[in-house]
């Protein structure tokens, strides 16, 4: 039987109160976690499951589409606040990140499919996608997904610049066409939004596109009176697009929810270990400067949570 020792193992030195905390918790203990974790970060490293572990890497799907939540940088290389979240989060873990570049709607059925481990991409965490809802409200089937929230986000109005058609609200579209990305949040809303229209007696035309560079576009061209797409990205558009003089934010964000890290129902040792992972990140200051140097400070999460999203 392997031999116990009271010694302290060679670690970076403590400040006087949490090694007096620590000194006591091993008194108590009989020094019985001596060879165990002893800091938080070493608690999330060693909550990675044996399969990441063994591989040393967190393969993650993204659509990296959505600027600056993520995007394509000038090299090439996956960029933006979930990226940078991403990789902070992995040495956390002691695990190097793969981006697996996917179709926003394709994220969650390829993640389902084992085609990468979570999928990360400024998802909205919603009883739908964590229930696989379908637009009726019922079950279609498909296995859902849990959570881990990082991040509350909102939906933003994003109308050309000086807001010709005066919209504010979601009755304002009624009699007009908007754009989105398919499969959003942002697509659920106005969806539901076209039924209100038509009780007042307004068509209200949806144009769906596979990014929201696309639906932008759209707006930016005349075709739509607006785009509807998350704060960060509504405002990231409306302040460097063509110098800021192409779009701008319209009427009060709404429907506030997380952003969750999506993660396959049979895998709660890898929820687990990230909700570690991130609690860490946000307790050593590093994911607040990863969020205010991207100026999306107002979403910072508390702590991370498992599906927290109503």
């Known amino acids: 039987m392997r031999q116990l020792s009271c010694m302290p193992s060679h670690r970076r030195a403590l400040p006087a109160a949490a090694a007096l905390t620590t000194a006591s918790a091993l008194l108590l203990t009989a020094c019985g976690g001596s060879d165990g974790p002893t800091s938080s970060a070493d608690k999330a490293r060693a909550a990675v499951p044996t399969a990441q572990r063994a591989a040393g890497v967190l393969r993650i799907g993204t659509d990296p589409n959505y600027p600056p939540m993520e995007f394509h940088g000038t090299d090439g290389k996956p960029d933006g606040i979930d990226p940078e979240l991403a990789n902070a989060l992995g040495k956390v873990l002691g695990l190097r990140i793969e981006i697996v570049d996917t179709p926003f709607d394709k994220l969650i059925p390829d993640l389902n499919a084992g085609r990468f481990d979570v999928a990360m991409s400024a998802i909205s965490d919603t009883p739908e996608r964590r229930n696989a809802l ?50 959003t949040t942002q697509d659920e809303i106005v969806g539901r939004q076209v039924a209100a229209c038509a009780r007042q007696g307004k068509s209200l035309q949806v144009h769906r596109f596979d990014d929201d560079a696309q639906a932008l576009a759209e707006v930016a061209a005349g075709n739509a009176v607006a785009d509807f797409n998350d704060l960060p990205v509504a405002a990231y558009a409306a302040r460097t697009t063509d110098n800021g003089n192409r779009f701008e934010v319209t009427g009060a964000r709404s429907q506030s929810s997380p952003y969750g890290i999506a993660v396959n129902k049979s895998d709660t040792e890898l929820r687990d270990a990230l909700v570690k992972g991130l609690d860490q990140l946000m307790h050593s200051g590093e994911y607040d400067l990863i969020l205010a140097k991207w100026n999306v400070s107002a979403g910072a999460a508390q702590a991370a949570a498992v599906n927290g999203g109503l």
């Open 134 to 183: 379908g637009k009726d409200g019922l079950p279609t089937g498909a296995p859902g997904v849990d959570f881990v929230d990082y991040f509350i986000a909102g939906t933003s109005i994003v109308v050309q610049k000086g807001n010709p058609k005066g919209i504010q609200t979601l009755n304002d579209i009624c009699g007009h066409t908007v754009a989105v990305q398919r499969a």
